[in-house]
């Protein structure tokens, strides 16, 4: 397999609201979408349709509907699902509420996601035959370690800490294991623990090979030894920003394994070139509405980066 996600699945329900409510306030919705979702599953969705790689993904769904329908939806879309397990109870859900300014607000139920305390047999073999192995912090963080361990020798290591957890600090033991560590700003604040993003920066780039710092409509800051590199956003008319940071680190994987490098060589100019694609993908996704509806594939991508640079 060229990129191995290692992640959540979650049936996502997304609500259309004028504006999101406030605490202890109801508000009703214009819409009511149900979609397949979690940063994993959604980030397989995006290293896929970036075309080019075989992807597979590790998870977990439940014994109910939504995870046979989960699981459909990531066949149809072509990746394998060889190391995705099914778990007694229910399979993970996110309720979401999207504004008309295209802010969202979510609640995660993990159901399944957070079951297993270890990898299947069949999980780590599919995690053995990675080129890149990306994980983010929806799932156990003993599955993150554990995939991470299991992968091949000049294998890529790619965290996407998202949502921060308390348990994942710039003092971390899993920080060494990463190669690319992808946080947006808040992520990267939290897992510093410090409250500016110099500081931040300043603690985890060193933990790492690599630091990346998406900023939204900002684009993204790499760090890599001595090298920074800015990479500028595309310009988008967003409509609903779910998923744009899965889009991003899909994308952002896929171009790595793309690329035939192994993280020993990793440089800035390699990384921009993956986080200029991940913008890319990301910009078409926020013209949309939902997570991996939203993913675009390949062709539209580079449609994108053509015009802009026409
Ligand atoms: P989310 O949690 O909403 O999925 P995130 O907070 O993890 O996203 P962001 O930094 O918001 O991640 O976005 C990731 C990348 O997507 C950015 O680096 C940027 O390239 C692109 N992006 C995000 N929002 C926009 C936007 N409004 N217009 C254009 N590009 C965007």
Redesign the pocket.
């Given at each position: 397999m060229s990129v191995v996600i290692v992640g959540s699945i979650n049936q996502d329900v997304v609500a259309r609201v004028d504006r999101i409510p406030a605490p202890g306030e109801t508000v009703l919705a214009s819409s009511l979408v149900r979609t397949g979702g979690g940063k994993g599953a959604n980030q397989a969705v995006a290293a896929r349709r970036a075309g080019g790689s075989v992807v597979a993904f590790v998870g977990a769904v439940g014994t109910d509907p939504d995870g046979e329908t989960l699981r459909g939806a990531l066949v149809a879309d072509g990746i394998d699902v060889s190391g995705l397990s099914q778990v007694d109870g229910p399979s993970g859900m996110a309720l979401i509420s999207v504004d008309d300014t295209?802010e969202?607000t979510i609640v995660v139920v993990p159901g399944a996601n957070a079951v297993a305390s270890a990898l299947t047999p069949a999980q780590r073999s599919v995690v053995a035959t990675a080129q890149v192995v990306l994980t983010q912090l929806e799932i156990p963080i003993a599955l993150v370690r554990e995939a991470a361990a299991v992968r091949g020798e000049h294998a890529w290591h790619l965290l996407n800490a998202?949502p921060s957890a308390p348990f994942v600090t710039a003092g971390s033991a899993l920080l060494p294991s990463v190669d690319v560590l992808i946080v947006?700003?808040?992520?990267a604040l939290d897992v510093a623990g410090v409250d500016d993003l110099e500081t931040a920066v300043a603690a985890l780039a060193p933990r790492v090979r690599a630091l990346v710092v998406?900023?939204?409509?900002?684009?993204?800051m790499i760090v890599c030894g001595a090298e920074r590199v800015n990479?500028p956003?595309?310009?988008?008319d967003?409509v609903d920003?779910?998923?744009?940071?899965?889009?991003?680190c899909g994308m952002f994987a896929a171009t790595l394994a793309a690329s035939g490098r192994a993280p020993e060589s990793v440089d800035a100019a390699l990384l921009a070139d993956a986080?200029r694609a991940?913008?890319a993908a990301?910009?078409i996704?926020?013209t949309r509405t939902g997570a991996q509806d939203a993913v675009p594939f390949a062709a539209e991508v580079a449609a994108l980066i053509e015009r802009t640079h026409a």
């Open positions: 295209a969202n998202a947006n700003e808040h992520e998406t900023l939204g409509r900002q684009g993204s990479v956003a595309f310009a988008a967003a920003t779910t998923g744009a940071g899965d889009t991003f986080a991940g913008a990301a910009a996704a926020v």
